[in-house]
């Protein structure tokens, strides 16, 4: 039989290995989804530089303008903010420079001719590690009209008031 230390030790090791093991994500773009309906969804990997690393992991990212481009067979990340680490030296790279993102080449070849064919463009969703690995959510998207975003708008609203109108009836 194990002690009482002996078993808050393993249960605090458990938990330690279930969040080192799972995706944690760092950083989320919120406004993606009241711009753009969401068609497809896809992870790839990140090329990154040793101080981005550290500067993701402390959770200085903005994906808000952030777009997803093919050029020449390979995927870039545009426009997305990853602030200079701060005890990083005078060679930090540029904090808005294109990324390269780690995709096999049928994919890439892939998101371009739905791209094409949609008319919509590729966004980051969400930035997060996997394991060690820095990876990107990446969704195929096509931009809302005014009109959808007032429907939106009105429809989260009515969920909010529902939500409350139950939580008022179980007092």
């Not at 049928?106 to 966004?123: D, N, P, W």
């Not at 909010?160 to 009836?169: M, Q, V, Y």
Request: proline share 3%; hydrophobic share 35%; charged share 35%.
């Amino acid at each position: 039989m194990r002690s009482r230390i002996e078993r808050a030790q393993a249960k605090a090791d458990g938990r330690a290995a279930q969040k080192n093991s799972g995706e944690r994500p760092v950083a989320t773009n919120r406004k993606a989804r009241f711009e753009y309906e969401i068609v497809e969804k896809l992870e790839a990997g990140v090329a990154l530089t040793g101080t981005e690393v550290k500067s993701v992991r402390a959770g200085q990212v903005s994906l808000t303008d952030g777009y997803v481009s093919i050029d020449r067979g390979e995927a870039w990340l545009w426009n997305v903010n990853v602030a200079p680490y701060d005890a990083g030296s005078y060679n930090n790279p540029d904090p808005k420079r294109k990324r390269k993102l780690l995709l096999h080449r049928r994919e890439i070849v892939r998101l371009a001719t739905k791209i094409q064919k949609s008319g919509g463009t590729c966004i980051p969703l969400s930035l997060y590690f996997k394991g060690r690995h820095a990876k990107v959510q990446i969704a195929l998207a096509i931009g809302k009209k005014q009109y959808d975003k007032r429907e939106s708008i009105r429809r989260r609203e009515s969920d909010r008031e529902a939500r409350g109108a139950i939580k008022a009836a179980r007092r």
